[in-house]
């Protein structure tokens, strides 16, 4: 219960063969519900936070360490993960900071480069006890610069893996980020033939544009970490919007906020025990 190594959820869940939660906080109220959705549907959570998230409060400390907080309180098991970092400084800041994990996002460089940066994070990361998640094969959509036509070349992964030594590995699929429906196909066959190529977990970003029953698939067919964000937001937001149509004369931000935390938690309670098969 409560902070555990994101190393120690993903081993548990790859060697069960389900898939780990991984949802996305963008301010307090988020991690408020994603952990209550954890305790009342008695599954392990990833809270994580991006560098765009950091970006917006102006600093990681705050909302960082409120997330490591509200972790160690959880009656159920909550690691800290920092999402989509192409900052090394920021990756080592959360290292120090005691997150259980971070991702250092390197796809953007050519592959000697994020191979060689990686490694830097890696070293630093590891000698705290902290696990790295890294990307190879560019997830479209989070900058509109790529094309959700991009997968992940199974050799060069199994290379990648090797010559960095990472904890679990970002993959190209067929999912995207920030998509409106939930209608992405993936490529089930290339995450079979990635999940028998690599040794580490596998994980997939822009699970919001994904259909549950594909997200089931995914896991089944070796993916592991099922990172989702916009998908928690969408309801979030609905809910805030219903309540404040509802009640146009609100004055108390908490009223609205706490509407949408309620359906965040709702949301990522049904689709956390999916992805964790409970
Ligand atoms: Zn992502």
Do not use: W
Request: glycine residues 8%; negative net charge.
């Amino acid at each position: 219960m409560a902070l555990t190594a994101t190393a120690e959820l993903l081993t548990d869940a790859s060697r069960r063969g389900a898939g780990l939660a991984a949802f996305n906080v963008l301010h307090l109220e988020t991690a408020e519900g994603i952990v209550a959705a954890a305790e009342a549907g008695g599954f392990p959570v990833v809270l994580q936070l991006s560098e765009n998230a950091v970006k917006y409060h102006g600093a990681l400390e705050p909302i960082a360490l409120a997330c490591i907080d509200i972790a160690h309180a959880a009656a159920a098991p909550v690691a800290v993960h920092l999402d989509h970092a192409e900052s090394e400084e920021l990756a080592l800041r959360a290292v120090e900071l005691g997150f259980g994990s971070v991702m250092f996002d390197g796809a953007a460089l050519d592959y000697r480069d994020n191979v060689a940066a990686t490694a830097r994070v890696m070293r630093r990361a590891h000698a705290a006890g902290v696990a790295v998640e890294a990307e190879l094969g560019r997830i479209g959509g989070k900058d509109g610069a790529h094309a959700p036509g991009v997968r992940t070349d199974p050799g060069e992964a199994a290379r990648f893996a090797a010559e960095t030594g990472i904890d679990a590995l970002a993959v190209a699929v067929g999912s995207s980020h920030q998509m409106a429906e939930r209608t992405a196909a993936l490529d089930l066959d290339l995450i079979a033939r990635l999940h028998a190529a690599v040794p580490v977990p596998l994980v997939l970003h822009g699970s919001s544009g994904v259909p549950d029953d594909l997200i089931a698939a995914a896991i089944r067919a070796g993916m592991t970490k099922i990172n989702v964000s916009t998908q928690l937001n969408r309801h979030f937001t609905a809910a805030v919007r219903e309540y404040l149509r509802a009640h146009p004369d609100t004055v108390d931000s908490r009223r609205y906020l706490a509407a949408g935390r309620d359906a965040l938690r709702a949301e990522a309670q049904r689709l956390g025990g999916l992805i964790a098969g409970v």
